[in-house]
């Protein structure tokens, strides 16, 4: 039995840390490697346990009930996963995007067309697919793809700090959805070169407010989305399954930069780009497509996911 929960929360750990490796890629969801991973009812049912009954097991001094109540040991595993992930691995995976982007953009690819497979043959064998809100994630998805940035923000003040909170509570709750990305979210409203700019200045100020519109997006989503896995579990996994479909557009490899923008190093990293077929990509740039090894990239990670991931619907129950 100890063997088992030693590996149970391992397991949870490792979770945690590829969530928090997928949201920091901007086309990528920490909700799908919850969902993959066969933790994601669980997740969303721990987060909107934190609620009155909560804080008044937790003032009445009853901490042990408190805990089990929110399922606290799963939340610790996920939160220490997360923060070792973008500790030991945000300068890696940039690095990577940096200097291997073809192959990278494969990898992601590969692992996000064959979860959507997956949820669709779910969905499908239980005989809850419904095409039309399938349609609808799919639009949305790749509307959001399409969608040219807004200019980058640089500096808040007064009502503008509302809008950082906002942006927080728009990014968490993009996390926790399949398919949709919470640092991409962050691009489009012109906020993520700010707020990584003032992440890596400790500015607390920014921090405690971002934080803070997190916290609340996250209990007041994760409620929203639970009710509505309870009521109606077809509709909501079909848009799912659609957004993650959608989301394919912004993780093609072959690329064309059409801005860039600053990071917080000074850098200038590509802002809006249009997806190209790998020929003309040679032919536009004059570098080699890789298409080969993109390929054995994208058939490795879409073979992980098939022989790694678990989805099902059962594990939804919140």
Same mark, same amino acid.
């Given at each position: ?5 030693? $590996? ?10 590829? %969530?928090?490796?997928?949201?920091? *890629? ?6 799908? *490697? ?23 097991? *937790? ?8 805990? +089990? ?8 595993? !996920? ?6 992930? #973008? !500790?030991?691995?945000? &300068? ?9 982007? /073809? ?20 969905? +499908?064998?239980? &005989?809850?697919?419904?095409?039309? $809100? #399938? %349609? ?12 040219? %940035? ?13 809008? #950082? ?15 949709? +990305? ?6 489009? /409203? ?23 519109? @997190? ?29 993650? %479909?959608? +989301?394919? !557009?912004?993780? $093609? ?37 890789? !298409? #080969?090894? @993109?390929?054995? *990239? ?9 022989? @790694? ?10």
């Amino acid at each position: 039995m100890k063997h088992k929960q030693s $590996w149970l929360q391992l397991h949870t750990i490792l979770t945690g840390a590829m %969530m928090g490796a997928a949201d920091l *890629v901007p086309g990528i969801s920490g909700g799908t *490697v919850a969902l993959l991973s066969g933790i994601y009812g669980r997740l969303l049912g721990a987060i909107s346990r934190i609620d009155l009954h909560f804080f008044k097991l *937790v003032f009445s001094g009853q901490l042990i009930k408190a805990w +089990s109540y929110v399922d606290a040991t799963m939340l610790v595993n !996920l939160a220490l996963g997360m923060g070792l992930s #973008l !500790l030991l691995l945000a &300068k890696l995976i940039s690095w990577l995007l940096l200097t291997q982007p /073809l192959l990278m953009w494969s990898l992601f690819l590969g692992l996000i067309l064959v979860a959507s497979g997956m949820l669709l043959r779910e969905l +499908s064998q239980h &005989k809850v697919l419904k095409l039309g $809100w #399938l %349609m609808w994630g799919l639009l949305i998805s790749i509307t959001l793809a399409s969608m040219p %940035m807004v200019n980058q923000i640089s500096g808040y003040s007064g009502w503008g700090y509302l809008w #950082l909170m906002g942006a927080g509570a728009l990014a968490i709750s993009a996390m926790i959805l399949p398919g949709v +990305s919470g640092s991409f979210i962050l691009l489009l /409203l012109g906020v993520y070169p700010f707020l990584i700019g003032r992440l890596a200045a400790l500015d607390l100020q920014v921090i405690v407010i971002f934080a803070l519109g @997190c916290g609340l997006g996250l209990l007041i989503f994760s409620r929203f989305i639970s009710y509505l896995l309870r009521q109606y579990v077809g509709p909501v996994m079909s848009l799912l399954a659609g957004l993650m %479909m959608g +989301s394919t !557009l912004k993780l $093609w490899p072959w690329k064309q930069t059409l801005s860039y923008r600053l990071n917080s190093a000074g850098e200038e990293v590509p802002l809006q780009q249009e997806n190209l077929s790998p020929w003309i990509y040679s032919q536009m740039t004059g570098q080699d497509n890789q !298409l #080969l090894w @993109c390929l054995l *990239v994208f058939a490795a990670a879409g073979l992980l996911v098939a022989l @790694c991931g678990r989805i099902k619907l059962q594990d939804l129950d919140a």
